[in-house]
């Protein structure tokens, strides 16, 4: 037979979704493993929206829509940017898909021709480099560290500009470390972006997950970076929404025209009952919002001082989003529970062995010292996970 194609058989599986199917794995065999892999909250569905979405079937809304979303749902997320950011959209400026990680793709497939060149601080969320390797990109990877809070300078974005960059994708609150960029951080990593003629995907999945500082969109700062801005978000993390599949994409009316006319010749609409369901998380009350927000604030503050109690890890307190990037460095080169930890990777494989705890090595977010906890998980389970942590590097194994 013949082969298949070189480009699809070159990505990665999704670590996180591995780690995930794992889990499950290892549980359904019945071993008692507590996961902290998967981006995905622990709270169900608010009532009202899974009643609209019931009254959508009910209403027999299971037909095809436009492609990029029904016009209800559009002006919903109009309402919601305006009133929540302070960001000024109109119907024509939002493409609606199936899931945020969709939109990010569209979006790519639009922006890039094979050879270009595409920013990527790290720490990334894993999907990013591969979708960038999918659409026939270069991903230029500029690293950072604790030092900065894992955050890109402008002078270190600047630099990084060669005459095949073609967009820079920033994450904000991020994904794996939490961390947030400020107003004027955003406004000098903008003046590069406008002065050297570049994209911005402002990947704002987390936004109303913020504990430390203030959530300022990149498209508020300035209205020459608002003009070559695609905000990604969706409903997935502030509504507990993850299989759902809606994600939304604001920004320039030509590109999101052109995502319109590639969703009209892969996909086609986001799932019509979907759409009606998140047309009442966007125009409905938000208190099941704030609500979430506090309960993984709370989760937050015990997870960071029970890690930086413990000798041998450590960890910065994120700002927003639901995760912890932890510092494992200081076990490399040691044995722990009769393993060899050499990088991230050991030390998650060891600690799932032998501690019975599933986290995501630092290597698929672009770190060798790190591992990535979710935090959006019952406390019960938090406080289950990291006392076996505790025993795994006291060399007590759970398994």
Not at 70 to 94: H, M, Q, V, W
Not at 115 to 143: F, Q, S
Not at 155 to 169: R, S
């Amino acid at each position: 037979m013949k082969s298949l194609s070189t480009a699809a058989l070159a990505i990665k599986p999704s670590a996180t979704l591995a780690i995930n199917a794992l889990s499950q794995e290892l549980k359904a065999q019945g071993v008692d493993v507590v996961s902290f892999g998967a981006g995905e909250t622990d709270f169900f569905t608010p009532d009202p929206i899974k009643a609209a979405g019931i009254a959508a079937i009910e209403g027999n809304k299971s037909y095809y829509t436009a492609s990029s979303g029904i016009a209800p749902l559009k002006s919903a997320i109009c309402g919601y940017l305006d009133r929540t950011f302070g960001l000024k959209y109109e119907n024509k400026n939002i493409c609606v898909t199936s899931g945020a990680k969709h939109v990010l793709y569209v979006a790519m497939r639009v922006m890039l021709d094979p050879g270009d060149e595409v920013i990527l601080p790290a720490p990334y969320w894993v999907t990013y480099e591969e979708a960038i390797r999918m659409c026939g990109a270069k991903p230029v990877i500029l690293k950072t560290d604790e030092s900065t809070r894992f955050k890109v300078s402008a002078q270190q974005l600047a630099a990084a500009v060669t005459e095949k960059t073609k967009a820079v994708i920033l994450t904000n609150p991020s994904n794996p470390t939490g961390m947030l960029y400020s107003e004027e951080e955003l406004r000098a990593l903008g003046r590069v972006i406008v002065d050297n003629d570049l994209y911005l995907i402002d990947d704002e999945i987390y936004a109303t997950l913020v504990y430390n500082g203030k959530f300022v969109s990149a498209a508020a700062v300035d209205p020459e970076l608002a003009q070559r801005t695609v905000i990604v978000n969706g409903v997935s993390k502030t509504y507990a929404m993850t299989g759902w599949r809606i994600g939304f994409a604001a920004g320039p009316q030509p590109i999101i025209k052109l995502m319109d006319t590639y969703l009209s010749h892969s996909t086609g609409n986001a799932c019509n009952i979907a759409q009606y369901a998140a047309i009442e998380a966007y125009s409905g009350d938000q208190t099941c919002v704030e609500e979430m927000r506090l309960e993984f604030e709370k989760r937050r503050r015990y997870f960071v001082d029970r890690v930086n109690a413990m000798d041998k890890v450590s960890c910065l307190e994120p700002d927003g989003a639901f995760y912890i990037f932890m510092n494992v460095s200081k076990t490399f080169g040691t044995t722990l529970c009769g393993e060899t930890i050499n990088d991230s990777s050991d030390f998650a494989q060891a600690l799932l062995k032998h501690g019975l705890v599933a986290t995501v090595p630092g290597v698929a977010f672009g770190s060798l010292d790190h591992i990535r906890w979710s935090y959006a998980t019952s406390l019960d389970n938090i406080k289950k996970g990291l006392d076996r942590l505790e025993r795994f590097l006291a060399n007590e194994p759970t398994a």
